[in-house]
């Protein structure tokens, strides 16, 4: 297996444009994860989806972040308008694990480097 | 709710050394508990992890942590360290059914 796919590798966008992140999860796998990684507040969970349907989205940080599940193969983040302090690494992770214990092992995709000027 | 705490945001270190990365935690029920390593332009891998049973867990790459419940510790050791080894390295608690909570990671500098 090609392990969780995320696209594009890098974005560098001007403030107020939309971006959008894409992420293909393994096979197979009931659980797709978006994180976002910064300096100042570590890795934190956006929000996670089960059998494609978004069960905690707590994490996200305004209305201006939403996240899809159109299928169980693709998923995507969207940033819309972008501002600089979502500037980060967006990752993507998928687990395959039973029933509630989605947490023993998560795969992770190379992640999204976004720069938004 | 629970909360984790990486208590060097940085360690630096000579080849062949040993190390220790140091995690503390916070939790009112019984948790799980996670060491991720992400390489230079890689994403996050699995180190090992902390289920339940024996305390002292082994993971990949040499890398061993020992869960201290009376500490609430979970602190990451290798007797000797590579320049392979430099990295950033997360600590991460979780509860059946909720979701992971990550520390704000350790960078760990391996000189020569």
């Known amino acids: 297996d090609a392990g969780v796919i995320q696209s594009p590798r890098h974005e560098v966008t001007e403030m107020g444009q939309e971006v959008t992140l894409r992420c293909k999860p393994i096979?197979?796998?009931?659980?797709l994860f978006w994180y976002r990684q910064t300096m100042m507040r570590g890795l934190e969970l956006l929000i996670y989806?089960?059998?494609?349907?978004?069960?905690?989205d707590s994490g996200m940080p305004e209305d201006r972040f939403s996240a899809k599940m159109p299928n169980a193969s693709f998923s995507t983040l969207k940033i819309q308008p972008s501002e600089p302090r979502d500037s980060a690494v967006y990752f993507c992770?998928?687990?395959?694990?039973?029933?509630?214990?989605?947490?023993?092992?998560?795969?992770f995709g190379s992640g999204t480097q976004l720069s938004v000027l | 709710a629970q909360s984790v705490t990486q208590l060097d945001s940085q360690v630096p270190v000579f080849e062949e050394a040993p190390v220790e990365l140091r995690c503390n935690y916070s939790?009112?029920?019984?948790?799980?508990l996670f060491w991720y390593v992400q390489y230079p332009n890689q994403g996050l891998q699995l180190l090992l992890k902390?289920?339940?049973?024996?305390?002292l867990v082994k993971g990949i790459n040499g890398f061993e942590a020992e869960f201290n419940k009376s500490q609430t510790s979970f602190h990451l050791r290798k007797p000797s360290v590579h320049i392979s080894d430099t990295a950033e390295y997360f600590c991460?608690?979780?509860?059946?059914?909720?979701?992971?909570?990550f520390g704000a990671g350790t960078i760990l500098r391996v000189k020569s």
């Open positions: 939790s009112s029920v019984s948790v799980y």
């Open positions: 902390y289920l339940s049973g024996s305390t």
């Open positions: 989806f089960n059998n494609n349907v978004p069960i905690d």
């Open positions: 096979s197979g796998h009931d659980y």
């Open positions: 991460a608690v979780g509860v059946v059914g909720n979701k992971l909570v």
């Open positions: 992770a998928s687990s395959d694990a039973p029933g509630t214990d989605s947490n023993e092992k998560l795969f």
